[in-house]
């Protein structure tokens, strides 16, 4: 089922909140299963990475059994530092629907091509919409931003950054890329419509950093992009996407930060009382 953002007819149950593996990374999976488990997350996001335990499904399917929490998405390997995963562009794609059927989830995500990309980035929108129908999973496209150089920004993604006026049938948001592109969340989602399929809980400031801070200690509108999801009928996810290295310092700090980071997604996505089940 796609992404609803229609006033519900009938009951809707809460979001799912998961936490990314992204979050704890350089540490591996098996570190945010557990981190998952203890603060009281509905399931964990995986981004594909160097680390093998990231591509490997009977290892994850067993952390599934493990620590009772679902895999609700899959991040493709479309990150710079992760072009070296499973070689070629639509390989990485295929991959990680693959990975995904092998978890039970339907959702993968992925970043827009780069421009040296080429004949990929040229026939990318074409390619992803043959791909969901081809791998049965949602192909959820991520906004990103131009990168910042001297203050000037350059196009670094073909087709576009921008997924809001791309022909992209599902579409994940994240919140510290949109502060990047100096875009107002609030209204892209509300542009997005029912193609918003996923959600990456974040921050960020217009720094020129993708800062990925903890939800509300940036400038993007967090907390009302939340309500507006919950009011309207959406039926997709939100994973906790949150850089956690300056807090690993102290201990505890990490999980303090995670555990209001899902605080706060339960408190702004909480159902207008008519709309729960």
């Known amino acids: 089922m796609n992404a609803r953002l229609d006033p519900p007819q009938e009951p809707l149950g809460p979001i799912p909140v998961a936490?990314?593996?992204?979050?704890?990374?350089?540490?591996?999976?098996?570190?945010?299963f557990a981190v998952a488990k203890d603060l009281g997350y509905d399931g964990v996001e995986v981004m594909v990475t160097g680390n093998s335990l990231s591509r490997?499904?009977?290892?994850?399917?067993?952390?599934?059994?493990?620590?009772?929490?679902?895999?609700?998405?899959?991040?493709?390997?479309?990150?710079?530092?992760?072009?070296q995963v499973w070689g070629g562009a639509w390989t990485k794609i295929q991959r990680s629907a693959l990975l995904a059927h092998e978890l039970g989830c339907d959702v993968v995500v992925v970043h827009p091509p780069f421009r040296w990309q080429g004949k990929y980035a040229s026939g990318f929108e074409e390619g992803v919409r043959r791909a969901n129908e081809t791998y049965g999973v949602k192909?959820?496209?991520?906004?990103?931003?131009?990168?910042?150089?001297?203050?000037?920004?350059?196009?670094?993604?073909?087709?576009?950054?921008?997924?809001?006026?791309?022909?992209?049938?599902?579409?994940?948001?994240?919140?510290?890329h949109a502060a990047i592109g100096r875009v107002n969340s609030l209204?892209?989602?509300?542009?997005?419509?029912?193609?918003?399929?996923?959600?990456?809980?974040?921050?960020?400031?217009?720094s020129g950093t993708d800062e990925h801070l903890p939800p509300g200690r940036g400038t993007q509108p967090v907390a009302e992009t939340l309500q507006f999801l919950a009011a309207s009928g959406f039926t997709g996810g939100v994973a906790a996407e949150v850089s956690t290295r300056r807090y690993r310092k102290v201990p505890g700090e990490l999980e303090r930060v995670l555990g209001e980071t899902l605080e706060f997604a339960r408190t702004h996505l909480q159902r207008p009382a008519a709309d729960q089940d």
């Open 19 to 32: 936490l990314s593996t992204s979050s704890v990374y350089p540490l591996g999976p098996d570190h945010a």
């Open 187 to 206: 209204e892209a989602v509300q542009a997005l419509g029912e193609r918003l399929t996923h959600v990456h809980l974040t921050d960020g400031n217009d």
């Open 56 to 83: 490997d499904g009977d290892q994850l399917h067993a952390l599934v059994q493990r620590f009772g929490i679902p895999v609700t998405a899959i991040h493709a390997p479309t990150l710079l530092l992760t072009q």
């Open 139 to 176: 192909i959820a496209v991520e906004n990103m931003y131009r990168w910042r150089t001297s203050g000037n920004g350059r196009e670094m993604y073909l087709p576009h950054w921008d997924p809001v006026p791309m022909d992209y049938e599902y579409v994940t948001w994240d919140f510290s």
